[in-house]
Structure formats: structure tokens, C-alpha cells
């Protein structure tokens, strides 16, 4: 009973600290300077979810890190919704706005992920114009954050599945500033 009440928490705290990484990636001054990023709530919340996006594609091609795929996945709704909460939404709106949270998340990851697999900057840049920026970005920034992904996404590729599984993710991918100017 002990072992398993262990494994749990061991678990928990793996999916913590890999969280946490994927919070300071979102929080990278240089998604808001060069990739201007809204440095707004719907804004920060775009960076949150490119950074889950791109680890859940990492997780997806490994049949042993699924499970912890979705448990990061899970993390991150509900720091959505404690975010909701403390910023006043009520107790009655929140899983209104958790759906639409959730709907924009899986859009997103449906607009991305052909590009992303492909390796298409250029498509994958269209996509985030419309998604992150309503159309209307600054000139540059969706190549920037085009090219960020996909160096991320390498980044990610590179690291084992016991690194992943053990939290022992890098706060910044390999090879993501390399080439991104």
C-alpha cells in the first residue's frame, strides 16, 4: 500500500518539476521581445501552450511517455483553471471558460502539428499569425516563433525518454537559439 502511495507522489513530483520547465520556457523574455508575444493573460497563455504542445509532440512518438504526456496536459488545465480563479473569474464561470480554454488549446494543437512534423517553418509561421497574433503580427515575429518551435521540438527529440521521465528536462531545448536570428 506504502509503495504504491510512493510511486504516486514520486510521479507528482516528476510532472511538477517538468511543469515548471515548461512555464520557464513560456516565460523566455525573448518570446515577448523578438516573437512579440502579447505580454497579456491570453498572450501568456499562447507561450504556455506552445511550450505543452511541444512536449506532448515529443511524448506522442514514444508509446512509453504517453501516459506522462497527458499528465503534464493535465497540469497545465489546471493551472488554467486556479489562474481563472485568481484573477477573479467566479465559481460558476470557470468551466465555461475552462471549455473555451481547452478548445483553443486542441485548435491549436490541430493547426500546429502538421507543420510542426513537417518541419514547415513557413506554413507553421502562417499558422501561428492567425492563432497567436489574430492576423495581425509584427513583421518577423511568427518566422521567430516558427523557427523557436521547431528548434524546441529538436531539442526535445534529443532527450531520452528516461531524461523525460525523470523531469530531467532542459528549461531551454538544445539548439533552439542556434540559427533563430
Not at 511543469?19 to 518570446?31: E, Q, S, T
Not at 506532448?56 to 488545465?77: G, I, N, T, Y
Request: hydrophobic share 45%.
Amino acid at each position: 500500500m506504502f509503495e504504491r502511495w510512493r510511486r504516486r507522489r514520486q510521479n507528482r513530483e516528476v510532472v511538477e518539476r517538468t511543469y515548471g520547465a515548461v512555464v520557464a520556457r513560456a516565460r523566455r523574455p525573448a518570446l515577448y521581445l523578438e516573437g512579440a508575444v502579447p505580454d497579456t493573460v491570453l498572450g501568456r497563455y499562447e507561450a504556455l501552450g506552445i511550450e505543452v504542445l511541444l512536449l506532448m509532440e515529443r511524448c506522442r512518438a514514444d508509446p512509453a511517455l504517453r501516459a506522462f504526456s497527458q499528465d503534464v496536459v493535465d497540469r497545465f488545465m489546471l493551472d488554467m483553471d486556479h489562474s481563472l480563479r485568481e484573477i477573479g473569474i467566479g465559481y460558476q464561470g470557470v468551466p465555461r471558460r475552462m471549455r473555451r480554454l481547452a478548445e483553443r488549446f486542441y485548435t491549436r494543437v490541430a493547426d500546429y502539428d502538421g507543420p510542426l512534423t513537417a518541419r514547415d517553418e513557413v506554413a507553421l509561421a502562417a499558422a501561428l499569425r492567425k492563432r497567436v497574433f489574430a492576423g495581425e503580427a509584427p513583421e518577423g515575429a511568427a518566422d521567430f516563433l516558427a523557427r523557436q518551435m521547431i528548434a524546441t521540438a529538436r531539442g526535445y527529440e534529443a532527450l531520452s525518454a528516461d531524461d523525460i521521465l525523470s523531469g530531467r528536462i532542459a528549461p531551454h531545448a538544445q539548439g533552439e537559439d542556434a540559427d533563430v536570428r
